[in-house]
């Protein structure tokens, strides 16, 4: 595609519920991150993807977050039994890889969790 | 551990003013500095890249510097207008394998008419 999509834009849930995120990259673009906003406070690594390797899981906060990335492609990041302290929008991004890390960001998902 | 951080924290400015935001960081040993820019509710969108080997690189009215010597880049916005309003962050690949992005907090800009 054209540039880094995500989906859903925003996702509002009920506390203890499970959430998925997906996250659609560049095409050609083997390295794939996630990352997380919260309000006030600064972008937060949660998880990368390079190529066919294994990912780099040591940004996500609790076990309750998991990620996997299918076919070298697109990503979905889940979060089960949802806390209110997740709530925060949820940025994906992809670059070429390698030695290129230019990033490039998806909109982002908002997720409020009441 | 690098650091970075951005000052002002915000800044709000008449049209028309060229003005400069500012980003530190404390490891010198660098591989590249990215520039973006934040939208309200929106993501990240990328503004300039300065590989470590470039002191500026230039889009439009956009001009980033970087001098990895005193761990600073700096965003100059010349002629600024309305439509500059957003918050501007910069960030730096974490050396190693993940290459994964270390954040200042950002400078929100405000550029009033």
């Known amino acids: 595609g054209a540039g880094v999509s995500q989906s859903p834009s925003n996702k509002v849930t009920e506390k203890g519920k499970d959430v998925e995120l997906r996250c659609d990259p560049i095409?050609?673009?083997?390295?794939l991150y996630w990352y997380r906003q919260s309000l006030g406070q600064g972008l937060e690594f949660l998880i990368y993807?390079?190529?066919?390797?294994?990912?780099?899981k040591s940004g996500l906060p609790s076990d309750r977050f998991s990620a996997e990335r299918t076919g070298g492609s697109v990503s979905t990041l889940t979060i089960q039994r949802t806390q209110q302290e997740d709530s925060a929008v949820y940025l994906c991004?992809?670059?070429?890889?390698?030695?290129?890390?230019?990033?490039?960001f998806g909109q982002g998902t908002r997720l409020t969790v009441v | 551990k690098q650091e970075v951080t951005q000052i002002p924290a915000a800044l709000s400015v008449p049209e028309g003013e060229n003005l400069v935001l500012n980003c530190s960081f404390t490891?010198?040993?660098?591989?590249?500095l990215q520039w973006f820019r934040q939208d309200p509710g929106k993501g990240l969108t990328s503004l300039l890249l300065?590989?470590?080997s470039q002191r500026e690189q230039t889009s439009g009215r956009l001009n980033a510097s970087l001098d990895k010597s005193s761990g600073r880049s700096t965003l100059y916005i010349a002629a600024s207008q309305p439509g500059d309003s957003a918050t501007y962050l910069c960030?730096?690949?974490?050396?190693?394998?993940?290459?994964?992005?270390?954040w200042g907090l950002g400078t929100s800009l405000a550029v009033n008419p």
């Open positions: 991004a992809s670059s070429l890889g390698g030695g290129n890390t230019e990033a490039f």
């Open positions: 095409s050609g673009h083997t390295a």
């Open positions: 993807f390079q190529g066919n390797s294994a990912p780099d």
């Open positions: 490891d010198s040993a660098i591989y590249n």
């Open positions: 300065i590989q470590s």
């Open positions: 960030a730096v690949p974490q050396a190693g394998n993940n290459r994964k992005l270390i």
